[in-house]
């Protein structure tokens, strides 16, 4: 007896919701039925959302975060940020995770990543040249560098420091590491009590 599968449209879905990240067989299986069981009116909205948000959809030429086609990037072209201050990040989504803390009102510049030679990303393939140009046209007085606390976060802010040193007084500071709220030293791995210690503050 022949094995029942999914028709081809369906197993062509599956495989392509597992290309998704955080996305297993099992996930990218139930999402497909989901959708597919939901009818036209769903998966035509959503084809036509994913299309547009592909073809308008880029990167700030400056910046690095989203910008839509004909918009302005509203980070580059606001008024209301500081403008000597640049946060250097990995990833455009961490724009909106520094924003959303309300900490931080000043610019930001998206690296695309991080050196990280098992996975062939060297310096050459982030937005490290980039930075320099902005920097050397710019009126920036302090570089924040908000990366990953792991070995890669690690060797990338060591080769931004030592590329940063170029520039004068510039000030280069990074994100202080440490405990989690609610989080004991038991649960805390060497490099992250280090970082604790390194940015401990006073208590009087």
């Not at 924003?99 to 009102?105: F, H, I, L």
């Not at 991080?114 to 920036?140: C, H, M, W, Y």
């Not at 500071?173 to 006073?202: P, Y």
Request: hydrophobic share 40%.
């Amino acid at each position: 007896m022949a094995t029942i599968e999914y028709p081809a449209p369906i197993k062509t879905l599956i495989s392509h919701l597992k290309q998704l990240p955080g996305v297993g067989p099992k996930s990218a299986e139930r999402i497909a039925i989901w959708m597919i069981q939901h009818g036209r009116e769903l998966t035509g909205q959503l084809s036509e959302s994913l299309a547009v948000a592909g073809e308008t959809v880029g990167e700030c030429d400056i910046c690095g975060f989203f910008a839509a086609e004909n918009e302005e990037c509203r980070i580059c072209h606001s008024s209301g940020r500081e403008s000597d201050s640049l946060c250097v990040i990995e990833h455009p989504t961490d724009v909106l995770l520094l924003e959303r803390s309300g900490a931080y009102k000043g610019q930001y510049h998206v690296l695309r990543g991080k050196i990280s030679p098992l996975d062939n990303v060297g310096p050459d393939d982030l937005r490290i040249a980039e930075l320099q140009d902005r920097l050397t046209s710019g009126d920036f007085k302090e570089i924040i560098l908000a990366l990953s606390a792991d070995v890669e976060g690690e060797a990338t802010a060591n080769y931004l420091a030592e590329i940063l040193s170029d520039f004068g007084d510039l000030k280069v500071s990074r994100l202080a590491h440490g405990i989690s709220v609610g989080g004991g030293l038991e649960s805390a791995d060497e490099l992250t009590l280090l970082r604790a210690l390194e940015g401990r503050i006073g208590m009087r």
